[in-house]
């Protein structure tokens, strides 16, 4: 048999996920030999506090605090530590060195990837992030390789387990956000500060990194618009249930033509097409595969003109999971290397532009509590026909107040897609009628 080479693999961050990927270097080093056609020898790992305990028992000659020495000597470097910087800096560095790298950093990627892209370019060597969407699922090599050939027009993703655990807790408890929250934070799926999550900026980073890919430009997380999930209460989400819906925190990435219909139409020759790329709560069919995705997990639904819908699903964080994800970026650059190249990497030929909020095209739950008298109904759809939003669904349901014995009315419409412009118009203009007590709710829905 013929001797293999020797791939020096330099590892940055011994954390959750890099003390996973160093253990799998060091206990599978045959496999992984025999699957990328050279042996992967961990060179040394980066840390900040050489004393800090590991999860996983390693030679303790492997460990250094000087990151930059490390990377300039490795074939291939693995940045596992977060953050902009010193991450940033150290991938440019191991780049222009000539190494191939790969990065579980979905910070850095949404915030500067154009960066990264160019120099990865110009040094002719591998950049790989899998790990930095949904954890251990393939989502963006089946987007960048599998669907090359086709044309992707929507992508629906369920891309924080965090917030997931959250509403799926509210949707079979009942509970209040709070009380989900501190749940959440009591079983370790959601952190001490959970800003990051609740408030959609961890899924609006995978967000603009997943519409990227499949829209072949690069987005970045300036482009995302961004809503969390922390205003939703108990009272949406039973209000939802009533209704047959389900709320979860999409990252949504679809393309749309200027009047807002779906297309498929890679760039429109009057230039006028552009990606809506968003996170915000939304209602889902109880029916839609999305719904199905419980607690943690992740799951990505992607529709493509010739593939049809397709769905992704598995743990989207954790040390193991997200390893093996970084394990399958590892074995690709380094067979890149033995093949010598790194081989066509994602395009950017699209070059559409983000579309404002305001542009979105969706279908919408509006909640109305209004005045039990004849005639609201009928001046209600009036003024939504006259803002152009046609109503699919209009259901409603009478209360009487034990001790004034008043009646009033709780209102629930879903309608048919329609522009965040025409929409919100039309619930100003709902707020002015003088039979509405109050809105209750505005929630977006996708999947009717
Ligand atoms: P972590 O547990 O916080 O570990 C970070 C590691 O990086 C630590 O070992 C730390 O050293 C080291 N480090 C931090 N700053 C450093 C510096 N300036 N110089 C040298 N070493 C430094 O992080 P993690 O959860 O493993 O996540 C790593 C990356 O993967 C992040 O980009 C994260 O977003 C991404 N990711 C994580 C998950 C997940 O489930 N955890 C899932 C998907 C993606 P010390 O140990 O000495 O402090």
Do not use: W
């Amino acid at each position: 048999m013929t001797e293999l080479r020797t791939l020096k693999v330099a590892l940055l961050g011994c954390g959750n996920v890099g003390a996973q990927v160093a253990r799998i270097l060091l206990d599978d080093a045959d496999m992984l030999a025999s699957r990328a056609g050279a042996r992967l020898e961990l060179a040394g790992i980066a840390v900040r506090n050489l004393d800090a305990p590991r999860e996983v028992e390693l030679p303790r000659g492997l460990f250094t605090t000087d990151a930059e020495t490390l990377v300039k000597d490795a074939d291939l470097v693995i940045e596992l530590m977060g953050g902009i910087e010193p991450a940033r800096t150290l991938i440019l560095t191991a780049m222009r060195n000539g190494a191939c790298v790969v990065t579980g950093n979905k910070a850095l990627v949404a915030k500067d990837g154009p960066t990264l892209h160019e120099e990865a370019d110009k040094a002719g060597v591998q950049l790989s992030y899998e790990a930095a969407v949904a954890g251990a699922i393939p989502i963006l090599r089946p987007i960048r390789d599998s669907l090359s050939g086709d044309r992707i027009t929507r992508v629906l993703g369920i891309v924080n387990g965090t917030t997931n655990f959250i509403l799926d807790q509210m949707d079979s408890t009942g509970a209040q956000f709070a009380d989900a929250l501190a749940e959440a934070q009591r079983l370790g799926y959601a952190e001490a500060d959970p800003t990051a999550d609740v408030e959609g900026y961890d899924a609006a980073s995978k967000a603009a990194i997943l519409a990227s890919l499949s829209f072949h430009t690069r987005f970045s997380l300036d482009d995302v618009y961004c809503e969390g999930i922390s205003s939703v209460t108990a009272a949406d989400i039973a209000a939802a249930k009533d209704a047959g819906f389900v709320i979860k925190l999409l990252a949504i990435a679809e393309k749309l033509t200027a009047e807002g219909t779906k297309t498929g139409t890679e760039t429109g020759a009057d230039g006028n097409i552009g990606v809506s790329v968003r996170v915000h709560p939304t209602l889902l069919p109880r029916e839609h595969p999305l719904a199905a995705v419980r607690g943690a997990f992740n799951a990505v639904f992607i529709e493509a003109e010739n593939a049809g819908e397709l769905m992704f699903y598995g743990q989207g964080a954790g040390g193991k999971p997200t390893a093996s994800a970084v394990m399958g970026d590892l074995i690709s650059a380094a067979r890149s290397i033995v093949l010598g190249g790194p081989g066509r990497a994602e395009t950017t030929t699209g070059q559409v532009s983000a579309l404002p909020i305001a542009a979105a095209v969706t279908s919408y739950y509006i909640g109305l509590d209004v005045a039990d008298q004849p005639g609201v109904l009928a001046k209600i759809a009036r003024l939504f026909a006259d803002h152009g939003v046609s109503i699919e669904i209009m259901r409603q349901t009478i209360h009487r107040d034990a001790d004034s014995n008043i009646e009033s009315a709780e209102l629930r419409i879903v309608t048919h897609r329609a522009s965040e412009a025409a929409l919100a118009a039309t619930v100003e203009a709902v707020k002015g009628l003088d039979v509405i007590n109050s809105v209750t709710s505005v929630l977006r829905v996708e999947g009717v």
